[in-house]
Structures are given as C-alpha cells and as structure tokens.
Nanobody, 128 residues
Framework: QEQLVESGGGLVQPGGSLRLSCLVSGFPLGDFAMGWFRQAPGKEREGLAC????????YYADSVKGRFTISRDNAAKMVALQMDSLEPEDTAVYYC?????????????????????WGQGTRVTVSS
C-alpha cells in the first residue's frame, strides 16, 4: 500500500524556520518526482516545490524561492522541505505529493494534476 506521511509542522514565529519531512512507503521513491504543496484557509492548494527522482532537477514557485529548500534521500525513503524566513502568509496545511510516473519536475508541479498520491498534510502556523 502506497503511503506518504508528513511530519514537522507546528507553530513558529515570523522569521523562524521549520523542517517538514515526508516518509514514503509502498513504492520505489527514486522512480518518482516528488513535491510539496500547501493549502491556506480559503485558498486553493498550490504547488511550492518539486524534485526529480535522482534529485538533479528542482523547481520552486516564486512565492518560496530563496526561502524554502526541497531535498530527498531515496535510501531513507524521505523527502524534506526546509522552510526559512517564514512569514504569516506561509500559514497553511502542507502536503507531500508524488508525481504521476510520466511527470517531470518543472513548473507544471504548480498544479494539482501533477500529482497522483498525497499525504494527509501537516499544519504550519506562522504567528507571533
């Protein structure tokens, strides 16, 4: 059974940092591009970042470029999102996502149609 399980969310002050982790099981992680999405209250889910199966291709949405860093460890079956310089606007539920097998890591990872498997989400609140 394919599973993606996020962890690492919580409450952080503006300017702070959090590291989200996504532990996967049930499929060969290295065969798939992976991404992170978020959904803020009252807004649509948006793609933030993706990383190719071998880690060589990475894409960031403009909203997080320079502040967030995506990484992966295929041996450990883990995908991570390091989030620095957090802002109140980053408050959202964050989701780990697996791309369709034929999808690559590029700007199309901004859209829900890029992914075929999702984690349950982890909540991030940025507030003083």
């Amino acid at each position: 059974q394919e599973q993606l399980v996020e962890s690492g969310g919580g409450l952080v002050q503006p300017g702070g940092s959090l590291r989200l982790s996504c532990l996967v099981s049930g499929f060969p992680l290295g065969d798939f591009a992976m991404g992170w999405f978020r959904q803020a209250p009252g807004k649509e889910r948006e793609g933030l970042a993706c990383i190719s199966g071998n880690g060589h291709m990475i894409y960031y949405a403009d909203s997080v470029k320079g502040r967030f860093t995506i990484s992966r460890d295929n041996a450990a079956k883990m995908v991570a999102l390091q989030m620095d310089s957090l802002e109140p606007e980053d408050t959202a539920v964050y989701y780990c996502a697996r791309a369709y097998f034929y999808k690559v890591c590029d700007r199309t990872a901004r859209h829900l149609s890029w992914a075929d498997a999702w984690g349950q989400g982890t909540r991030v609140t940025v507030s003083s």
